[in-house]
Structure formats: structure tokens, C-alpha cells
């Protein structure tokens, strides 16, 4: 039974991982334009396509993959920003941004629905079918890739926002814009930048989780929602917040799955949802910083 | 122009109108619409894109003559394989197409949904991919259904189970839907009566997407023979990956026998690879069947679409061809079809043959074949019916 509990906490940890990492754009955003995008979805699944096909089709090579679904996500995100929420900006409506990012969505669903088709997509990866047993205990290769991913991922941003002038601008924007302007700083040019890295970071989660995922137009879907709880658990906006709620729910969907009933994962995410909202409504981290990014 | 002759001008634009309009109504009159109710979105869609092209093949063949003055026309809504998109569609369908008969759904929640609009608009719905059992039990008269439903598909598959493959302990995966505890309890009821142990009964939401942990839990439960599958095609792809990866199944070294009802399309053995190996499903079509019909549904779907058929493109024909054969008999509007569908005898279809009983559920076996995935990954058909 004890092998059979560490199992699952690998696959908890392999799983939160992966919400992490679809999470921190959602939170890089909020944080600095306290936005919520419904578009990050999407991108995430336009990343595991461009990753599907570059892998499987033109070169055969799952991390070229990965690289050109990176470069497409922040490609977008600059688009997405510079076509649409730039533009509502300007209008000082909070609202009109938020709605643009459902609008943003449907219509790249729908882009991809002509596109790719609504048949699931088997992405199959040189990691995914290597199985490493040890004693009782497997994992694949690609879990080991996706946590090494993650991590250095998690890593390099973490140094970017703290050790480097524009990660220092961008904590100076989230934290008072107007100030920040006057200080020098562009705030338009740190969403802008904010955006291609958020976006940038949901294409390569969408390359990492394709082969995990039931590859469809429609499979950044049925992620987003727990990366949406995930940020709230963890506070929004807040980095480190984000990286701990995002294992706790790999670990609670794991667990629940082997100790109660996988029916009951989303009841036993949102419930720690709502208790965070109740008794923490900051989140697990926000209180103890000045600011969240 | 004179004035005197602007009157009778005038009459004769109008009766020409007229005369037009009412040529066209009768052509419409002798048209007959069929509405279409499939999920085109979603996590069933690929339900509907097959379907869809086993339905424009029986369409092409029916209107280049027509059946007793009769030319076919059909208009498609997505009902994506749910309640509420399903109800919004029929209710669509109904109100503005205004169909003589409706075909789908595919998902039995979305086609549970849509049967009493059809019965209150007396509007004869026929299904061909909703296996549980509360469509024909207790029955709608509107309602008709040629696959086999979950009780017929159950019953056997456990009992071929239990004696061909000789397992005696079985987790059952399904995912949480009326058709996915349907077919599961069916199974289990089925099983444990011959003497065979149900270790677990795992129920899943479809937004389930790393089947890991499940595998993990089945892992540890020991010596397991069968596990019976009940879910859509992506996440069986996923389950059968992970049963892979955790040893349980053939493909992955395992004894587990993977089990599976007509859910899956064909070609899903190419997606999930080796894991597929030693998967047995039960389809509704046999392609390698000799019956001419089905040589002749085989090399024209070749030719119009470049690709074998699969059970859903011949399901969704067969579902189209009983119509005509309706119509063949004499029906024209929604009561006279309905009326036909309810005499049908001995209809032959591709997929087999139909014939309802009073719950107007079709009693007919022959459609019922299963197929095993052999280790370079064609399939085999079993001939165990």
C-alpha cells in the first residue's frame, strides 16, 4: 500500500506540475493588469497543435515542438494584445478587456474546430511511451521531461521578476501604474511584454500537455477552470502562491482518485477553493508580501 | 403601357406567382425532410463527423431516383452529445425546419433530453447510438432505436467475458454518465451472477484528463482479468495509455483484458498504438461481412471519401437507408413513418438487420460483433455472435 501511496504522489506532483505551469501566465496577467483572460485556454491548446504537428509531421522533434509553440504563444499574445486589449484599453473600461478575452476564445476555438478538425489527436512523444519502473513505482519519460520543464521554467522566471530591471518595472507596474509611469517606466510596453510572456508560457504548457491532454480544439477547456482555481487558491497574482496551490490540487486529485472516488476530484478541488475564499480570501501567500507579482 | 392592359398584366404576374409558388410547395410536399440531431462539437463530435458521412452517402444513392416520388433533404444541428445543447437543437430543428423524422442522438443523456420534444411534436425519432436502456424501457412511441441497448450489449459481453475469456474478477471504468453507469451496472450484474467479482467500480467526469492515478489504483488491487470500458474516444485513448504505462493491460505486458462497447471509432487501435493490443469491443459493423449490401456500402464509401468505413458511417447509412425503406412502403408524413418504422420486419441494413419489438427497440443480434486488436494492430473479428 505504501508504494501504491508514493505512486500516487508522483502523479500528483507530474499532474500539479502541469496546472502550474497553464496557471502562471493566468497570474503574470492578473498580476500586473488585474485581468482575468479567458483567451489563455486557447492558447494553450493552439501550443500542443503547433507542437503536435511540428513534432509528429514536418521535424520529427518533439523539443523543436516545444521551442515553436513558445515562440507562437507570445507571438499571439503580442497580436492578441496589440489587435484587441490595447485598443479597449484606451477606453478605461475594465470590462470591455474581460469580455474581449471570451470573445479572444471563441473565436480561436472556433479557428481551430475548421482547422484541425474536432477529432481527438493522438500525440504520442519519444517520452511518453518510455516507462522507467522502479521497484514498484513508473513513471513515464515525459513526466520526468514535464517536471524538469517545469522547474527550470518556474526557475527563470522567478530570477526575471526579482534579479532584472524589467521584472523589477513589471513588479513596480502591478503595484501602482501611474507611479510607475512617472518614474519612467512605459507601462504599455511591460503589458505588452506581459502578455507574450503569459502567452508564450500557455504555448509551451500546451506542447508540454498535448500528450497528456485529449487533444481537441476544445481541450485547454477542461484545464482552465482548475488553473483558475489554482490562482485563487494560491492568491492571485501571487507566483509562489500559484506553484503551491498547483500541487496541492495534482496531489488532492491524485489522492481522491486512489482514496475516495475520481468523480468527486472537482467537489474536493472546489471545496478547498471555497474554504480558501472563506477563511484566506487572499490566498495562501498574498498576505505576507507588500505585492503579488 | 395602356391602361386597359396593366390589369390583366398585373393578374397574370400574380397568377404566374401563384402558379410558382404552388409548384413549390408541391416539390417541398414531395420532399422529405429529414432532421438531424449529432454532436458536432465537443468530446463526441467525432460521433457526428462520421455519422455525417455515412448520411451524405445514403443521400447521394436515394436522391439520384428517388423513392416513391420522394426526394430526401436534411438539415443538421449540433446537439454535442448534451442535454442542454441537444434540447436547444431539437428545439431549433423542430420550430424552424419542421422535419417528417429526426435522427440522433448519439449520447444517451442528449437523446433522453430531446425524446419528449419529439413525442409532444409527434415527430418519430430514430437512434442508432444511445445504448441505455431508459430510451426503450418503458418505451416512447416516438422513439426508435436500432442499435442494441445496453442491457443487449451488457448481457453478452459479460457472459463472453466470464466464459470465452475465463475472467473471474473485473474494474469497471466508466465514465459518469447515464449510458457509462448503464452499461457498467449491466455488466456487473451480469458478471457477478455467473460468479465473477467486481474488485472496483471507477466512475469519471469527462473533463478527466490524466488517467494515471486511476491506473495506479487498479494497479494495486492484484490479479485482475477484464476491465470493461465505457467511455468516449479521447478518454479511452488516455485510460488505455495508462492502463499501458501501469503493466495492467496486454499491451503493457499486463494479462488485463481491456473490454469496450460500441463507443469507440475504428481507427482508434492506430491512435493508442501497442497499448491497444488485446482490446476487445464490440462494434456495430463488420467490414470483412460478405452480404453484398455491405461489399457494395464498403467500396462506394472508398470512392466518395478516400477511406474504410467505419461502424458510425455505417450506423448513421443503415439509419438513413430504413427511412427510405419507410417511404418505400408507402409513408410520406411524421404519423405514416412513425407507423412504417413500428411495422418493420426483417429490414437489412449494413450494420445487420432490424426489426422492432413493442418498446420499438430493434431485437435483432445480428448487429452486435466484436473485434480484438491483434499485435500489429489490425483487429480481428472475433465471430463470437
Given amino acids: 500500500m505504501f508504494s501504491v501511496i508514493l505512486q500516487q504522489g508522483i502523479n500528483g506532483i507530474v499532474l500539479g506540475s502541469l496546472y502550474v505551469l497553464v496557471a502562471l501566465g493566468l497570474t503574470l496577467i492578473y498580476g500586473i493588469l488585474v485581468q482575468i483572460n479567458f483567451a489563455h485556454a486557447d492558447i494553450v491548446t493552439l501550443g500542443a497543435f503547433v507542437a503536435y504537428f511540428v513534432a509528429q509531421t514536418l521535424t520529427g522533434n518533439y523539443v523543436v515542438g516545444i521551442a515553436v509553440a513558445l515562440i507562437m504563444g507570445g507571438a499571439l499574445g503580442w497580436l492578441i494584445n496589440a489587435a484587441v486589449f490595447a485598443p479597449l484599453r484606451r477606453h478605461g473600461s475594465e470590462l470591455l478587456p474581460l469580455i474581449a478575452t471570451i470573445g479572444v476564445s471563441i473565436m480561436l476555438q472556433n479557428a481551430m474546430l475548421l482547422l484541425f478538425g474536432p477529432i481527438p489527436y493522438a500525440f504520442n512523444t519519444p517520452y511518453s511511451s518510455k516507462v522507467i519502473h522502479i521497484g514498484p513505482l513508473f513513471f513515464t519519460l515525459q513526466n520526468l521531461f514535464i517536471i524538469l520543464v517545469s522547474t527550470t521554467t518556474i526557475v527563470l522566471l522567478y530570477a526575471f521578476m526579482k534579479f532584472t530591471f524589467l521584472g523589477k518595472a513589471l513588479r513596480a507596474v502591478s503595484q501602482d501604474r501611474e507611479t510607475a509611469a512617472l518614474m519612467g517606466i512605459n507601462p504599455n510596453f511591460l503589458i505588452m511584454l506581459t502578455f507574450i510572456i503569459a502567452s508564450a508560457l500557455a504555448g509551451m504548457s500546451g506542447a508540454l500537455l498535448g500528450p497528456v491532454l485529449v487533444l481537441t480544439p476544445f481541450a485547454g477547456t477542461s484545464v482552465i477552470v482548475k488553473a483558475f482555481a489554482i490562482v485563487i487558491i494560491g492568491g492571485f497574482g501571487n507566483i509562489e502562491g500559484t506553484i503551491i496551490a498547483g500541487l496541492i490540487v495534482g496531489l488532492i486529485e491524485s489522492y481522491t482518485t486512489q482514496f475516495l472516488d475520481p468523480g468527486l476530484i472537482d467537489i474536493a478541488v472546489f471545496a478547498l477553493l471555497l474554504v480558501m475564499l472563506a477563511i484566506r480570501p487572499t490566498g495562501l501567500i498574498a498576505e505576507k508580501h507588500a505585492e503579488n507579482v | ?385
Wanted: glycine share 10%.
Fill in chain 2, 1 to 385: 403601357m395602356q391602361p386597359s392592359l396593366r390589369i390583366p398584366l398585373l393578374l397574370a404576374c400574380v397568377t404566374g406567382s401563384v402558379l410558382a409558388a404552388a409548384t413549390s410547395l408541391r416539390a417541398a410536399d414531395n420532399t422529405i425532410k429529414i432532421g438531424a440531431l449529432l454532436p458536432i462539437s465537443g468530446p463526441g463530435s467525432y460521433f457526428g463527423v462520421q455519422d455525417k458521412q455515412g448520411v451524405d452517402l445514403a443521400l447521394d444513392q436515394l436522391n439520384k431516383t428517388g423513392v416513391n416520388g420522394h426526394k430526401f433533404d436534411i438539415h443538421y444541428e449540433d446537439s454535442a452529445c448534451s442535454p442542454l445543447p441537444a434540447t436547444q437543437a431539437a428545439k431549433r430543428l423542430l420550430d424552424q425546419y419542421q422535419p417528417e423524422v429526426v435522427i440522433g442522438e448519439e449520447c444517451s443523456d442528449a437523446t433522453l433530453a430531446v425524446m419528449p420534444l419529439m413525442d409532444q411534436a409527434k415527430i418519430p425519432l430514430l437512434n442508432a447510438g444511445s445504448s441505455s436502456i431508459k430510451i426503450t424501457d418503458p418505451g416512447n412511441p416516438y422513439t426508435f432505436r436500432i442499435m442494441p441497448n445496453e442491457v443487449m450489449q451488457g448481457v453478452d459481453l459479460a457472459t463472453n467475458a466470464y466464459k470465452r475469456l475465463n475472467a473471474r474478477t473485473a474494474v469497471l471504468l466508466h465514465e459518469n454518465t447515464n449510458a457509462g453507469i448503464g452499461n457498467a451496472k449491466v455488466f456487473a450484474d451480469t458478471f457477478e451472477k455467473l460468479g465473477g467479482k467486481i474488485l472496483e467500480d471507477i466512475g469519471f467526469g469527462r473533463d478527466v484528463n490524466d488517467f494515471t492515478a486511476i491506473a495506479t489504483r487498479i494497479g494495486g488491487l492484484g490479479n485482475v482479468d477484464a476491465i470493461p470500458t465505457y467511455t468516449l474516444e479521447g478518454q479511452g485513448l488516455k485510460i488505455t495509455e495508462a492502463l499501458t504505462q501501469a503493466g495492467i493491460v496486454k499491451g503493457g505486458g499486463g494479462k488485463a483484458i481491456q473490454l469496450g462497447a460500441i463507443w469507440l471509432p475504428f481507427g482508434f487501435e492506430q491512435k493508442a498504438g501497442k497499448a491497444a493490443i488485446g482490446y476487445i469491443r464490440i462494434v456495430q459493423f463488420d467490414p470483412t461481412d460478405q452480404r453484398p449490401a455491405v461489399r457494395d456500402f464498403v467500396k462506394n464509401f472508398k470512392t466518395k471519401f478516400n477511406s474504410d468505413p467505419t461502424h458510425l458511417n455505417a450506423h448513421a447509412y443503415d439509419q438513413i437507408m430504413l427511412i427510405a425503406d419507410v417511404i418505400k412502403r408507402g409513408a410520406k408524413d411524421a404519423q405514416s413513418i412513425r407507423d412504417g418504422l413500428a411495422a418493420t420486419k426483417d429490414f437489412s441494413g449494413v450494420t445487420g438487420s432490424v426489426e422492432f419489438d413493442k418498446t420499438n427497440q430493434n431485437i435483432k443480434m445480428d448487429t452486435i460483433h466484436y473485434m480484438e486488436t491483434k499485435p500489429d494492430l489490425s483487429w480481428e473479428s472475433l465471430k463470437w455472435n
